[in-house]
């Protein structure tokens, strides 16, 4: 573990001043942007990744603006990871207050060819990596009475599902279905437990062509075309780091149990799945029945699997080959 801190500058509000914060896979890419701008407002902030070099990085970006960090280099996935994490933060800092489980990996391939390590992998990291980090920081909040936030990753896939991501779909689905049943165990306690749905161009989402035009003005350092941060919800990892620091401050203290998407100029506060049609008939439904009347019952209210893109203009698509 490495320690730094440096006299804070003044940015425009440090709503999260004296706060404490741990955030899961921050050596880069969306991680990375909400260490930065939780410290920017005021949090000290543990920085996590598997990697020693780049965590190390991450952490002299935030001491460079005047910030306070610290990291723990470890994977995400074990309890010996979590207790690990929680101990950083008080080590270093006192307490911890705040838990981004940001931590991610992906092994994308369809079902038939996807393995038991491709599944297995992926589970570890995103949904027993958020279980882990998650009974830990919220039994450390139990124990000092602290009214602590928690933040976990979602994804479109989760909400949608998508080809390719049968492991990914069950992890992030899953982090938002835990999150909802946390919302009710943490209530008492005064934490809160929300999942981000986050889209932005990082290392898991430049090489997507479809993304291709966004990313090549965003590494040229223009503005990416206004389709991709409206229409599509797609901007840069900064974009998605306002509303991670509002959900770890007190203005969000009455929100949670709650998935809310961000990216690019678009902010979505998404559904819990609910039931769109209800029909009784006593003594149940059998097979005969669900024959004769399921195809009526249903019309019209079947839902669609895989998120809905527009479009993309001409002038936006991706290069060929
Ligand atoms: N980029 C997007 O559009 C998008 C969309 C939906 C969800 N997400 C989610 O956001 C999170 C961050 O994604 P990103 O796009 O910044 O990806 P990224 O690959 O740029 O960054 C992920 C970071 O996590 C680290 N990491 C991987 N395994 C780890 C482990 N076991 N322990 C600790 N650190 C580990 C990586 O080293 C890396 O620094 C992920 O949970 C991802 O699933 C991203």
């Known amino acids: 573990m490495t320690e730094t801190s440096a006299a804070t500058s003044a940015p425009t509000s440090t709503p999260l001043a004296g706060k404490v914060a741990v955030v899961t896979g921050s050596g880069q890419g969306l991680g990375l942007a909400y260490a930065q701008e939780l410290a920017r407002r005021g949090a ?68 038939l060819k996807m393995t038991d390590e491709d599944f297995d992998l992926v589970i570890q990291v995103h949904l027993r990596g958020t279980f882990t980090c998650v009974r830990e920081a919220y039994r450390y909040f139990k124990e000092n009475g602290v009214a602590g936030r928690i933040i976990t990753i979602g994804s479109p896939t989760g909400q949608y599902g998508n080809f390719g991501q049968t492991n990914y779909a069950a992890a992030k689905a899953g982090i938002v279905g835990m999150v909802r049943t946390w919302a009710l165990e943490m209530k008492k306690a005064g934490v809160t437990v929300n999942a981000v749905i986050p889209v932005a161009a990082t290392a898991m989402t430049k090489t997507i062509p479809f993304f291709e035009k966004a990313v090549e003005a965003d590494e040229a350092g223009e503005a990416m075309p206004a389709f991709f941060r409206h229409d599509l919800g797609f901007g840069t990892a900064d974009d998605v780091a306002g509303l991670i620091t509002f959900l770890a401050s007190d203005d969000a203290a009455d929100i949670t149990g709650q998935a809310i998407g961000a990216g690019g100029d678009r902010l979505q506060l998404f559904s819990h799945p609910a039931p769109v049609v209800t029909e009784y008939k006593e003594g149940g439904w059998s097979y005969d029945d669900l024959a004769a009347d399921f195809h009526s019952l249903a019309e019209g209210n079947l839902q669609k699997c895989g998120e809905v893109m527009p479009q993309l203009p001409e002038d936006l698509h991706p290069k060929q080959g």
Do not use: H, M, Y
Request: proline share 1%; glycine share 10%; charged share 20%.
């Open 44 to 111: 000290a902030v543990v920085i996590n990744d598997v990697d020693q070099a780049t965590a190390d990085a991450a952490v002299a970006s935030i001491v460079d603006a005047g910030g306070k960090a610290t990291a723990v280099v470890a994977p995400v996935g074990s309890t010996e990871t979590a207790e690990a994490l929680v101990k950083g933060a008080v080590d270093a800092f006192g307490g911890l207050d705040i838990l981004v489980n940001n931590a991610g990996i992906l092994r994308d391939k369809s079902l």
